[in-house]
C-alpha cells in the first residue's frame, strides 16, 4: 500500500503545475480536492487568483470537477458559484467518487488526473484507480479537523519510511 501513496507528480501549489505538459500526457480532465488545495479550509469562496486559473484550465480545454470529503454546504456554497461539477461526501479514498467525477467528464482513467493535498485520501485513492496523482502542499494546516490531522500524522510517518 505504501506505494499507493507516492503520487506522480508533486509541486508546492496548484499554480505550479505545467498543464500543457498535463495536456501532452493526454490528460483531459481534472478531480481536483477543495480543502487545503484550491484554498484554505476556512476560505469558503475562490480567490480572484483561483478563479483565474479556472478559467485558464478549461480555456485549454480540460474538464474539471470538484471532489471533496467535505459537506453539502461547504462544498456546494464553493462549486456553484464556479459553475463547476462537485461531489460533496466522497469517502476518498474510495472508489465511488472518482468514478462519478470521470463519468461527469465522460473520460477514461488514462485521460484523468487527480490533485489534492493529502496522500491518504486523495493520492491512495486516485493511484488505486490508476489516475495520474499530483500532490499540492496543503494551503494551511491551522484549520484542520480531526481526522485530518491524524492523517498528517500517518502522512509523516509514510513519508519517512519512503525515503528509505
Ligand atoms: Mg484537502
Given at each position: ?115 489534492g493535498d493529502q496522500m491518504l485520501t486523495d493520492v491512495l485513492g486516485g493511484n488505486r484507480m490508476g489516475l495520474f496523482t499530483i500532490l ?29
Amino acid at each position: 500500500m505504501i506505494n499507493k501513496l507516492i503520487p506522480d507528480l508533486q509541486v508546492d501549489t496548484i499554480y505550479d503545475i505545467v498543464l500543457a505538459d498535463l495536456w501532452k500526457e493526454g490528460i483531459r480532465g481534472i478531480i481536483t480536492d477543495l480543502d487545503n488545495t484550491l484554498v484554505g479550509a476556512k476560505v469558503p469562496l475562490a480567490t480572484p487568483e483561483l478563479i483565474q486559473w479556472l478559467k485558464h484550465l478549461q480555456s485549454l480545454g480540460f474538464k474539471v470537477v470538484i471532489v471533496s470529503n467535505n459537506n453539502e454546504s461547504r462544498v456546494g456554497n464553493f462549486a456553484r458559484p464556479l459553475n463547476i461539477p462537485f461531489i460533496h461526501r466522497a469517502r476518498k479514498p474510495a472508489n465511488q467518487a472518482f468514478h462519478r467525477a470521470m463519468s461527469i467528464m465522460e473520460l477514461k482513467t488514462e485521460h484523468v488526473a487527480v490533485i489534492g493535498d493529502q496522500m491518504l485520501t486523495d493520492v491512495l485513492g486516485g493511484n488505486r484507480m490508476g489516475l495520474f496523482t499530483i500532490l499540492v502542499k496543503p494551503i494551511s494546516l491551522m484549520d484542520e479537523g480531526f481526522f485530518t490531522r491524524i492523517n498528517r500524522k500517518v502522512e509523516k510517518a509514510a513519508r519517512v519510511f519512503i525515503k528509505k
